[in-house]
């Protein structure tokens, strides 16, 4: 496509359910980027995929936290047994130089709620 | 640990007027910075792309530079529009560590009539 491009753009939750989270990066590129922005902070990295592999998962905040992408594509980022403080806007990025100087675009996010 | 602080927080200026953002990094060993800027409610948007061996680049009316020495950035928004207003971002990718960037807190402009 375009664009990264995710979704759903938004999702509300109770907590204690699980919710899986879904982009979709710029065709041909091979490096994808997970993060997190929580209301009145800044961004935070969680998980680099260098195409199925994921080098760094330094940012996973827990074990509640995994991601996986397949066929050097669409990722999906997995949340189980969703806390409040989980609520924020998760963004993912993709990029197609080499990982030490490629340009990063994001997508639009996806807003998580948890009640 | 590489931190990133963008000064001011928040910056109101009236249309038509040049403006400059700044930024600064406290470990130069990078690989580049990358300015973005971000609307309410949406994601981030690629302005310009600095590599550590550059000094600048420009994208139509805006200029970024980059002082890696002195662990300084600035972006430059000549002839400011209300359409401008936005939350801009810088972001540093240090060597040794080039899987992830390290984002700085913003500066919210706004451009007034």
């Known amino acids: 496509g375009a664009g990264v491009s995710q979704s759903p753009s938004n999702k509300v939750t109770e907590k204690g359910k699980d919710v899986e989270l879904r982009c979709d990066p710029i065709s041909g590129h091979t490096a994808l980027y997970w993060y997190r922005q929580s209301l009145g902070q800044g961004l935070e990295f969680l998980i680099y995929?260098?195409?199925?592999?994921?080098?760094?998962k330094s940012g996973l905040p827990s074990d509640r936290f995994s991601a996986e992408r397949t066929g050097g594509s669409v990722s999906t980022l997995t949340i189980q047994r969703t806390q409040q403080e989980d609520s924020a806007v998760y963004l993912c990025?993709?990029?197609?130089?080499?990982?030490?100087?490629?340009?990063?675009?994001f997508g639009e996010g996806s807003r998580l709620t948890v009640l | 640990k590489q931190e990133v602080t963008q000064i001011p927080a928040a910056l109101s200026v009236p249309e038509g007027e040049n403006l400059v953002l700044n930024c600064s990094f406290t470990d130069s060993a990078i690989y580049n910075l990358q300015w973005f800027r971000q609307d309410p409610g949406k994601g981030l948007t690629s302005l310009l792309l600095i590599q550590s061996s550059q000094r600048e680049q420009t994208s139509g009316r805006l200029n970024a530079s980059l002082d890696k020495s002195s662990g300084r950035s600035t972006l430059y928004i000549a002839a400011s529009q209300p359409g401008d207003s936005a939350t801009y971002l810088c972001a540093v990718r240090r060597t040794g560590t080039a899987s992830k960037l390290t984002f700085g807190t913003g500066t919210r402009l706004q451009v007034t009539l």
């Open positions: 995929f260098q195409g199925n592999s994921a080098p760094d």
């Open positions: 990025a993709s990029s197609l130089a080499g990982v030490r100087t490629g340009e990063l675009f």
